[in-house]
């Protein structure tokens, strides 16, 4: 999980009638890579386990991606498919469009992305998570000096299809519901 800087606050409700629903982001943001987003969103399809995961009523979560990262659309597919499930709202921010939000969720000093908020009824944020899962991220940095890039994406990719975002899904409710 990523810390949020001391900066001034951001008017959620107002990015979120901004942001992209989350199939108009497929479609229109993410030309380069839409038939990625949309065959991994055929793919992980919510389990049982994974739809056990709630948030508390009136979340939305607001997201910030790219069409071009590999972590959001080995993610943010699935995430969508179980909010989609749940009956939670989900809208995407651009983050090269959105410098301002992006620079409030660094991690460390790189905008890494996705970044998943979690918000509540009233746009107060609940929470946020990204941009890897933690069990993947430690692996990534365990490996980080003794793989190649290719060899590391290689197996990051493989980790994403066993996984297909359940540990995402888990991470993000855990935020929500321990961060206040």
């Not at 590999?70 to 969508?80: K, S």
Request: aromatic residues 8%; hydrophobic residues 40%; proline residues 7%.
């Amino acid at each position: 999980m990523t810390t949020m800087l001391t900066s001034p606050a951001l008017d959620f409700d107002a990015i979120w009638d901004r942001a992209f629903p989350y199939d108009d982001f497929v479609r229109g943001a993410a030309p380069d890579h839409r038939t990625l987003w949309e065959g991994i969103g055929r793919l992980h399809t919510p389990s049982e386990e994974t739809l056990s995961h709630r948030l508390p009523a009136g979340t939305r979560l607001l997201v910030i991606a790219a069409d071009w990262c590999g972590d959001a659309v080995n993610v943010i597919p699935a995430i969508q498919n179980w909010a989609a499930h749940t009956g939670i709202p989900l809208r995407i921010i651009d983050r090269d469009t959105w410098p301002e939000v992006m620079d409030h969720y660094l991690t460390g000093d790189a905008r890494a992305i996705p970044i998943v908020i979690a918000l509540d009824p009233t746009g107060q944020e609940l929470g946020h998570w990204g941009p890897r899962p933690s069990e993947l991220q430690a692996w990534v940095m365990a490996h980080k000096l003794v793989m190649t890039k290719d060899e590391r994406y290689r197996e990051i990719r493989r980790w994403y299809a066993r996984d297909r975002g359940a540990s995402a899904i888990r991470e993000v409710v855990a935020s929500a519901s321990t961060t206040r």
